[in-house]
């Protein structure tokens, strides 16, 4: 009869930094912090649908490192963890999607401004330049939310195929 008491289902310690699908932690603190940055660096407008952005940034790195800290501490042992592993990165990376639809679309209506100042004569404009700029960030922040979706989707997915093999 096999017994299953000395199998981890999930790994803790050291083991996190060489195992799927947590070896995604450290890359989900760089781009979810990056979108925080480039977000936050830029002029908030319109407020409510970048305000959703900066939430989303804050909420999964904020409870990504809470997660991350949990499993490196070994606090993640009892049976119910699987489930909640895959529930967290499921909420995160729908929150994510949700973040970069709003925020390409912001991206999009700001480079629509900035292609029709772009056609009159006021190109050596100061606003020109900080529409410019800010257009610019804006697309990074996209670049760096797409990559924050992936790795959160394919934490989710690796986390659902660990849950259901324990």
Not at 112 to 124: F, K, M, N, V
Not at 146 to 152: H, I, P
Request: proline residues 4%; contains cysteine; charged residues 10%.
């Amino acid at each position: 009869m096999a017994s299953t008491t000395g199998v981890d289902v999930l790994p803790s310690g050291g083991r996190i930094f060489v195992s799927i699908p947590d070896i995604f932690y450290i890359p989900e603190f760089v781009f979810g912090g990056l979108v925080w940055i480039l977000v936050a660096s830029t002029r908030i407008l319109p407020v409510n649908p970048l305000g959703w952005v900066m939430f989303v940034s804050v909420f999964c790195f904020v409870l990504t490192t809470l997660w991350f800290f949990i499993f490196l501490c070994g606090a993640n042992q009892s049976s119910i963890w699987p489930s909640l592993d895959v529930g967290f990165h499921f909420v995160a990376a729908v929150f994510y999607l949700s973040a970069l639809v709003v925020l390409a679309y912001i991206t999009i209506l700001n480079g629509l401004g900035i292609r029709i100042l772009s056609t009159a004569d006021i190109q050596t404009s100061p606003f020109f330049a900080e529409g410019l700029k800010i257009y610019r960030l804006d697309i990074a922040a996209v670049v760096m939310c797409s990559f924050a979706t992936l790795l959160y989707f394919l934490h989710a997915i690796f986390s659902a195929i660990r849950w259901k093999r324990s």
